[in-house]
């Protein structure tokens, strides 16, 4: 395939072509949205989304960006229907005849910009989705986009390929989705790996995450977002959906040349915030998250982000109060999941004397029961983690409530953020000499129907801490201890392939891959249907590539899309 004379050069060797003014308006509305001027980024694009593809796009990926932010089923639609209408624009300007090789440079843009939004339409089921169930339903658009990269990509390093006036954005496109592509692919559990294998999809981590450095590199239209996905596998992606495997110092490298240029973008300051979070700097964090929530108060999303990292921090150092005071705000004021507020409200109160909790005018118990009558669905599926604290909170439906152990620092390990606080002695500590005093207090109460279900939680959590603090025979110890009573936990049943991975991953911290190997594939083909599975399985996957190399963990590993 190879790009048509008569769109090669422009046509009067001088004269800017409609594409290249098309783009440079796109990056100037997408300059304004990184300097907090959110409506006036959107102004600039709105009255362009009929007639220019790049307009269409940036258009609908700002309205995107706002959607992932707020969870907000009417964002959501709004989102998809105008990221629909941007590919209908594409759509018009694609190649028009399958018979001609040979594309125009506005027809190769229509092309990256049509599976760009095809892709975009894919991450926000994804969000939505975490087993991905929907993503494989919606399989053929999908596929239809990952194709049309690998065509692009082929056309990119065909020998007939002329580089056009605007090439540079064009092969950031390219590198935007097959990077997203490679890295969102190899994340997969294994049996949704197999399955897309199946229909001829292949992902490889490494080249992925290779073709995004390539593409935030450049200063082309798509450095931004693909220096964005980057940003979020290393701070986000890779300790929800893995181990904590993202590299912080690369996230560091990436996000300081931004910095330096949008000093005041909230984006920028949130992901500043983010970095100090994971290498543990509490202090620094929530300094860097309030100053986001002071630059601009146009879009309160922004604030809603700070607001939940805000309330971990908080968290980590166990400052209960404050931790509450975060969640309370994001039950007020973001729609995401009403019921997780709530968990996460009673549950820092539940940390607190019934003196303490006069002063907020509501008490753990009240709010545990409130839990299951705020489900809430998007997009037609309930959130994992709203599942997950409905699950926890019923038990204070009984008529007399047995209470819940330690439910911030059960839900802390849902999140990953003992991966967190395992980087400071003297925060791992803390949670340790936390997690002591919930054993002495359920040690001290009569046995119930639960106790078996409470001891083997702490049991994990203090396992984690131990694992961290470098005290590793005692970590191992209450890992197993939780294999020993696996047939008579009642309700709980997550602990069980959770212990195996944490046990695992300390193996394999210790050398032994072998065991480690074996632990997690135990973890990973004898247990299903138990709470926050999807996850979990995301983790072993993350594990068993760690354990085993790229090489030899079912994915295709060739320099190809």
Request: charge should be neutral; charged fraction near 25%; hydrophobic fraction near 35%.
């Amino acid at each position: 395939m190879k790009m048509s004379e008569e769109e090669e050069t422009p046509a009067n060797g001088c004269s800017r072509s409609e594409l290249s003014l098309a783009l440079e308006d796109c990056m100037a509305a997408l300059d304004l949205f990184l300097r907090n001027d959110f409506e006036k980024a959107q102004d600039r694009l709105r009255s362009r989304t009929k007639d220019s593809m790049y307009h269409a796009l940036t258009y609908a990926t700002i309205l995107e960006m706002q959607a992932m932010m707020t969870f907000d089923p009417q964002h959501i639609q709004t989102a998809g229907n105008t990221m629909k209408e941007a590919q209908a624009t594409c759509q018009r300007q694609r190649k028009k005849s399958s018979f001609s090789k040979s594309f125009t440079e506005e027809e190769l843009h229509a092309e990256v910009c049509y599976a760009e939004c095809l892709l975009q339409r894919a991450a926000l089921t994804f969000l939505q989705d975490e087993n991905m169930i929907s993503f494989i339903k919606g399989g053929i658009k999908v596929r239809n986009s990952y194709q049309t990269y690998k065509e692009l990509h082929t056309v990119l390093h065909s020998s007939g390929y002329s580089q056009g006036e605007n090439h540079g954005h064009f092969e950031g496109g390219v590198k935007l989705g097959v990077g997203a592509f490679n890295l969102m692919i190899s994340m997969l559990p294994t049996r949704t790996l197999k399955l897309l294998e199946f229909v001829g999809f292949t992902g490889n981590k490494e080249f992925g995450l290779q073709q995004l450095q390539e593409g935030s590199a450049e200063s082309t239209f798509r450095s931004f977002l693909c220096n964005m996905l980057l940003l979020c596998y290393h701070t986000f992606m890779s300790f929800i959906l893995g181990t904590g495997e993202g590299d912080v110092e690369d996230a560091e490298k990436l996000l300081q040349p931004y910095l330096e240029k949008y000093p005041q973008g909230s984006i920028f300051l949130f992901f500043a915030g983010r970095i100090e979070e994971i290498k543990g700097n509490l202090d620094a964090a929530i300094k860097r998250f309030e100053e986001c929530c002071e630059v601009q108060q146009e879009w309160k999303q922004f604030h809603h982000m700070c607001y939940w990292e805000l309330m971990w921090c908080f968290t980590y150092k166990r400052h209960w109060k404050m931790a509450y005071f975060y969640a309370d705000l994001l039950s007020k004021e973001n729609t995401w999941s009403k019921a997780t507020y709530a968990y996460m409200k009673a549950a820092y109160l539940s940390m607190l004397t019934p003196d303490d909790c006069l002063t907020f005018g509501e008490t753990a118990f009240t709010l545990f029961r409130q839990v299951p009558g705020l489900k809430q669905k998007i997009a037609g599926k309930s959130l994992p983690t709203e599942k997950f604290a409905i699950r926890k909170a019923r038990r204070y439906l009984a008529e007399s409530p047995i209470a819940l152990p330690a439910p911030p620092l059960e839900m802390m390990y849902i999140w990953n953020g003992y991966t967190v606080i395992g980087k400071h002695k003297e925060l791992t500590e803390g949670m340790l000499m936390t997690l002591s005093e919930a054993q002495a207090k359920l040690d001290s109460t009569p046995r119930s129907e639960f106790t078996i279900d409470d001891q083997c939680l702490l049991s994990l959590l203090k396992g984690l801490c131990l694992k961290h603090l470098g005290r590793h025979e005692e970590a191992e110890h209450y890992f197993t201890l939780i294999l020993c009573n696996e047939s008579q936990i009642k309700y709980d049943h997550y602990l069980v392939p959770n212990a195996l991975l944490e046990h695992g991953l300390l193996c394999l911290e210790q050398g032994r891959k072998a065991e480690a190997i074996r632990l997690l594939e135990t973890a990973k083909q004898n247990y299903k249907h138990y709470s926050m599975e999807s996850r979990t399985h995301f983790r072993i996957q993350a594990a068993l590539h760690k354990a085993k190399g790229a090489a030899k963990n079912g994915i295709n590993v060739s320099s190809s899309p």
